[in-house]
């Protein structure tokens, strides 16, 4: 626990480097992802979702998604290293069989190809971080994902199938 602290500060400080710290909870069907991006030793960015009647690993990796593509839009950042206490999900980024997530995975591949492109020395890790280690920065998202309280007064309208099919009526439509 003291090695991944001490590897985030020296990761952190580095004025070309962005962490991406995300969690995933869900109570009573509601869907609560969160990251935090930080850069430099200071939180940059936090993005808040919700959904309901999704799979927590869909979540989970729509949240590394959206951490990694804030990531990338800073010219300045060589170095992404993603924490996450679902590496298990994170692994189906590079995985190039049909998979229920596959959308995510292709618009992440998508984002960091062009990544790469920019510059040979720009890389990412993904680090695991379970609850248990009680690690603080990890323990501040999940807390945040865990106790966030979500009324949401038009349930069918908040999830993802819902917006997708209103994009799609808005297609057909013009």
């Known amino acids: 626990m003291k090695n991944l ?3 985030t500060i020296r990761a952190s400080s580095d004025p070309f480097s962005s962490i991406v710290i995300s969690d995933t909870s869900i109570k009573n069907q509601v869907t609560t992802s969160i990251s935090h991006i930080h850069s430099f030793n200071k939180p940059i960015i936090k993005t808040l979702h919700r959904a309901i009647n999704i799979t927590t690993a869909k979540a989970e990796l729509f949240t590394i998604r959206c951490g ?3 990531a990338v839009t800073d010219p300045c950042i060589k170095h992404i290293v993603v924490i996450t206490d679902s590496l298990h999900i994170a692994r189906k980024i590079f995985n190039t069989s049909i998979h229920l997530y596959q959308i995510h995975s292709t618009a992440i591949s998508s984002e960091l190809r062009e990544f790469f492109s920019k510059n040979s020395i720009n890389c990412i890790e993904f680090w695991d971080c379970s609850s248990k280690q009680q ?16 009324i949401l007064s038009f349930p069918y309208k908040s999830s993802w199938d819902f917006c997708k099919k209103s994009k799609c009526n808005s297609i057909l439509s013009q």
């Not at 690690?135 to 979500?150: F, G, I, P």
């Open 5 to 7: 602290e001490e590897t």
């Open 135 to 150: 690690w603080a920065l990890h323990q501040m998202v999940d807390k945040e994902t865990k106790n966030l309280v979500s």
């Open 68 to 70: 990694i593509n804030q």
